[in-house]
């Protein structure tokens, strides 16, 4: 497949994905993909989910774990896999996928009741003290609506002196995690990016950026060898799992909100993404994260994925079309002239904002 089949291709998929490619790479206009957004709640993967939510607002009973989660289990068993069905889950896929947050009406409020983490049981909204679910609660606050103003506080208090943040610390870790650092940063980008956030917020996000790029994405700082084999395994859903694709796309989602181009010191990870692209343009899903799920919502380990396929597109278009001296790529969102392909995406810009 190349250019217009890759990209047709990609437009035959559920509605959670369709809108995403319409508006990214086909270029459709605003009314044809946000009518294929508002259809996320009402068709496909993101119906199915929204019919799973328990009447107190959860999702399998828990915020983290589900509520039949046995922690001295095989299913607790190293290399087994967390659940992923439980609140928190449901709530970062609905709001990945589009799902407008009116539809889950009081929700917010619901969790806010009935909702306490396994940590110390404390309530929900108000975080506990994992830097990834933290990240996660605050992004899924701003787009319910609760009051997470408290969790910003947090991650200014908790990050680290190298500039990025670890799950770790509670137990004493001072060097910081890539995995942590960008669920943080995921988590920052969103809540700024639903309330203009504030000088603090942006210079913790930025100093936290700084991190990741001074290790050009994927990188030990003191030897230069790969932190991990882990951070070149491709794999949809991302889950809280670092890959150099994970983190160029949220660099570029940073890009749209500060329209900025790609920082060079990204090259080398692109490079990566660009390299696992298959000559039929798609890139493969590696493996599949173990632990339970409600359905799969992607290929099997070994197949073409559609989603990691239109991250892949997606990422290498924003690279290619800020790098005007580059020859031509067949693959580009999909389109054959890189004139054309910067003036989309330039006009585009403000319509692609995601949030």
């Avoid at 399998?60 to 299913?75: H, K, L, T, V």
């Avoid at 070149?232 to 329209?259: I, T």
Wanted: aromatic residues 12%.
């Amino acid at each position: 497949m190349a250019n217009d089949d890759v990209v047709q291709w990609l437009l035959d998929s559920d509605p959670a994905l369709r809108w995403q490619v319409e508006r990214d790479l086909a270029h459709a206009s605003d009314d044809v993909w946000r009518a294929t957004r508002a259809g996320v709640a009402i068709e496909g993967f993101g119906a199915r989910l929204l019919a799973l939510q328990d009447a107190d607002g959860q999702w399998a009973g828990g915020a983290y774990f589900p509520a039949d989660f046995d922690f001295q289990g095989p299913e607790a068993a190293e290399g087994a896999g967390q659940p992923w069905t439980a609140t928190t889950w449901a709530l970062n896929t609905l709001r990945d996928w589009g799902v407008d947050a009116a539809v889950l009406g009081d929700t917010a409020e619901r969790l806010a009741a009935n909702s306490r983490w396994e940590y110390d049981n404390l309530p929900y909204w108000g975080g506990e003290v994992d830097c990834c679910i933290n990240g996660y609660t605050l992004a899924n606050g701003a787009w319910l609506g609760a009051d997470v103003s408290g969790l910003v506080d947090w991650f200014l208090e908790h990050q680290l002196a190298d500039g990025g943040w670890n799950c770790n610390w509670v137990e004493g870790s001072t060097r910081s995690s890539f995995h942590s650092t960008l669920n943080s940063l995921k988590g920052l980008l969103y809540y700024e990016s639903v309330t203009g956030g504030t000088n603090a917020i942006r210079e913790a996000r930025r100093t936290g950026e700084e991190y990741l790029l001074r290790r050009n994405l994927y990188q030990r700082l003191s030897t230069g060898e790969p932190v991990a084999y882990w951070v070149s395994r491709f794999v949809y859903p991302f889950r809280w799992f670092y890959s150099v694709l994970n983190a160029a796309e949220y660099f570029h989602e940073a890009s749209l909100l500060e329209d900025q181009p790609p920082d060079p010191r990204m090259t080398e990870a692109i490079e990566q993404i660009r390299a696992a692209r298959q000559p039929d343009g798609t890139w493969i899903q590696e493996r599949r994260h173990p632990g339970r799920v409600w359905f799969e919502v992607d290929v099997d380990a070994g197949e073409p994925s559609k989603w990691l396929t239109y991250y892949g597109t997606k990422v290498l278009g924003w690279c290619d079309a800020s790098d005007p001296g580059r020859p031509s790529d067949s693959m580009q969102h999909g389109v054959d002239e890189p004139t054309t392909q910067v003036a989309a995406a330039t006009s585009s810009r403000a319509g692609r904002r995601r949030h």
